[in-house]
């Protein structure tokens, strides 16, 4: 659940350079991750399904630790994406800067 969950999730934060918010994924992306995501959750609690998997439910606590989990893990990677881009953005600046300098000189 902690896997397709997070890799869903991830999806989003991993795909673009600007911040997963601020993307537009398409409609049926939104829509596929949602409901891969609810079955995943779901899948646990469905009975006769579960059984036959030999799936059993996560107690409450369990379950909100590992979507917390995932929450940060998401939150982490803004975070270093934003780090990492504004890294490299300075360095082509910097780098521009520099060669252009040379050039005048």
């Known amino acids: ?3 397709v969950t997070g890799g869903c999730l991830l999806a989003f934060t991993q795909e673009y350079r600007a911040s997963a918010a601020m993307a537009r994924p398409s ?3 939104l829509t ?3 409901v891969v995501s609810l079955l995943a959750v779901s899948l646990p609690y469905a009975g ?3 059984q036959a998997f030999g799936f059993l439910p996560l107690p ?3 379950l909100i630790a590992t979507f917390l989990i995932v929450l940060l893990y998401v939150v982490a990677t803004e975070f270093t ?3 990492f881009y ?3 953005m300075r360095a082509r600046v910097d780098g521009a800067r ?3 300098a040379e050039d005048a000189s």
Do not use: F
């Open 32 to 34: 596929a991750t949602a």
């Open 60 to 62: 409450l606590p369990l």
């Open 48 to 50: 006769a399904v579960a």
């Open 27 to 29: 409609r049926l992306l």
């Open 86 to 88: 504004g890294w490299l």
């Open 1 to 3: 659940m902690l896997i």
């Open 98 to 100: 520099t060669s252009a």
């Open 81 to 83: 994406k934003l780090w």
